[in-house]
T-cell receptor, first 114, second 110 residues
Framework: SAVISQKPSRDICQRGTSLTIQCQVDSQVTMMFWYRQQPGQSLTLIATANQGSEATYESGFVIDKFPISRPNLTFSTLTVSNMSPEDSSIYLC???????????FGPGTRLTVL | GQNIDQPTEMTATEGAIVQINCTYQTSGFNGLFWYQQHAGEAPTFLSYNVLDGLEEKGRFSSFLSRSKGYSYLLLKELQMKDSASYLCAVNNNAGNMLTFGGGTRLMVKP
């Protein structure tokens, strides 16, 4: 499986600011995804990061709030914009494999908004 | 819509066997996945079923019945380190996206 890293691993931010989370993979992958995991909850898909085109967002998530970049096949960023305490969560990127569709997850970014 | 149900919590004894059930109703199906997630860590892949039947991987086995929309994860010879959340997820074949159940928090006691 691919080695996936995320930066930052954690951050504490002020309300109204924005944070960009980076996801780096050690090999080229077609599919990259961004998830949110709120405290004590399971994973919710935010969007699919498409290389060379706009991300595909799930219901309840919009580009203005969660802009995503995917400049190449090894890297993606997720920005959490105009943050509020409700955005406090763990944000995880994952990479998908063709065929089985198994996804492997990065270590996550723990965000706290004050 | 997508609906994936798992028990919220389970408790079992070290050395015992535990079965974690998952039922699903999804608009499509291209495989069911089980992940383990320890507190504060990312989910790690455990198993994958796309055809009916049992897949065995050491102490962990996973079963699928597509006609019943049902899967279970079987953990044998439980160890304290197996205390974690176990997440059931379905690939509904829409861009290889996974939809996750709420997770089952398993507590293994001595």
């Amino acid at each position: 499986s691919a080695v996936i890293s995320q930066k930052p691993s954690r951050d504490i931010c002020q309300r109204g600011t924005s944070l960009t989370i980076q996801c780096q993979v050690d090999s080229q992958v077609t599919m990259m995804f961004w998830y949110r995991q709120q405290p004590g909850q399971s994973l919710t898909l935010i969007a699919t990061a498409n290389q060379g085109s706009e991300a595909t967002y799930e219901s309840g998530f919009v580009i203005d709030k969660f802009p995503i970049s995917r400049p190449n096949l090894t890297f993606s960023t997720l920005t959490v914009s105009n943050m509020s305490p409700e955005d406090s969560s763990i944000y995880l990127c994952s990479v998908g494999t063709s065929g089985s569709g198994v996804q492997f997850f990065g270590p996550g970014t723990r965000l706290t908004v004050l | 819509g997508q609906n994936i149900d798992q028990p919220t919590e389970m408790t079992a004894t070290e050395g015992a066997i535990v079965q974690i059930n998952c039922t699903y109703q999804t608009s499509g199906f291209n495989g069911l996945f089980w992940y383990q997630q320890h507190a504060g860590e990312a989910p790690t892949f455990l198993s994958y079923n796309v055809l009916d039947g049992l897949e065995e991987k050491g102490r962990f086995s996973s079963f699928l019945s597509r006609s019943k929309g049902y899967s279970y994860l079987l953990l044998k010879e439980l160890q304290m380190k197996d205390s974690a959340s176990y997440l059931c997820a379905v690939n509904n074949n829409a861009g290889n996206m996974l939809t996750f159940g709420g997770g089952t928090r398993l507590m293994v006691k001595p």
